[in-house]
């Protein structure tokens, strides 16, 4: 009997250590479990963001960067809290303290970089201008003069403002492309993958992609995730490593494909 004892014992210590060693096998792989993080976005700017309506008719918010947040999520344990505000607000969302990190199809500029702190890039950017076919663009000269729509604070503004253009600023993407079908603008400037979007509901429009030396890039447009400056940097640092892993296993081409296709998924 007291060998019996012993024996279920030794079989309970076993176990136990065991399943102390899966607890501390899976916290190691997700170090961030337990945790709940807001994260800010603006949500008009498909496919990387925007609001839809489900068969329930309830609100939801969708795209790439939605989907790239979600695996983020599942694979570093994290829970989180979507905060819904315009573009220019992302950045003051951070620096009060009402959102912890941005996806939004934000680029990593050095002037942003002041303000917050920035993730290794997740997805190579293409500046596109949308106009109506009966006006030529095939080059970056031909913006000159042109009345160019943008969405204020971006870097499409300001690339348009440098070829020339005579640029208008507006808080939303949709007001950009609003002032486009009404004729207030000649052109929008915006991301590719956007202009591709809207060329879906709209005939007789077409876009030119720039190259980088057009725009007078340096390096290629990205998309990064940004941070509260000088907070956060497990949490960054460990996005950084499973961004670099995405890249290498084809997982932002996954995700690209599905929301952009093959054409722009290429690119990644």
Known sequence: MKQL????????????????????????????????FSVATS??????????????????????DMDLLKKLSKDLGFKYKIKETDFTGLI???????????????????????????????FNAKTA?????????????????????????????DQAKKLAAKVTTLDTGTLVAQDLWNGSVQAAMMD????????????????YVFTNKELNLSTPNTFSIAFT??????????????LKKYKKDGT???????WMGTKVADYQ
């Open 5 to 36: 004892i012993k024996l279920l014992t030794s079989i309970f210590t076993l176990l136990l250590v065991f399943n102390t060693m899966l607890s501390v096998s899976s916290s190691a792989k997700k170090p961030f479990s337990g945790k709940t």
């Open 43 to 64: 949500p008009n700017f498909p496919p990387f963001e925007n609001k839809t309506v489900d068969s329930n008719g309830d609100s939801k918010i969708v795209g790439f």
């Open 92 to 122: 003051g969302y951070l620096q009060s303290g009402r959102a912890s990190l941005v996806i939004s199809g934000m680029t990593a500029t050095p002037e942003r970089a002041k303000s917050v702190d920035f993730s290794k890039s997740y």
């Open 129 to 157: 201008v949308l106009h109506k076919n009966n006006i030529k663009i095939k080059s970056g000269k031909d913006l000159k003069g042109l009345k160019v729509a943008a969405v204020f604070n971006t870097q499409y503004a």
């Open 192 to 207: 590719q993958t956007k202009a591709e979007t809207l060329l879906k509901d709209h005939k007789g429009y077409s876009y």
């Open 229 to 242: 400056k000088g907070k956060n940097k497990k949490l960054q640092a460990a996005i950084n490593q499973k």
């Open 252 to 258: 932002l081409k996954k995700i690209a494909k599905k």
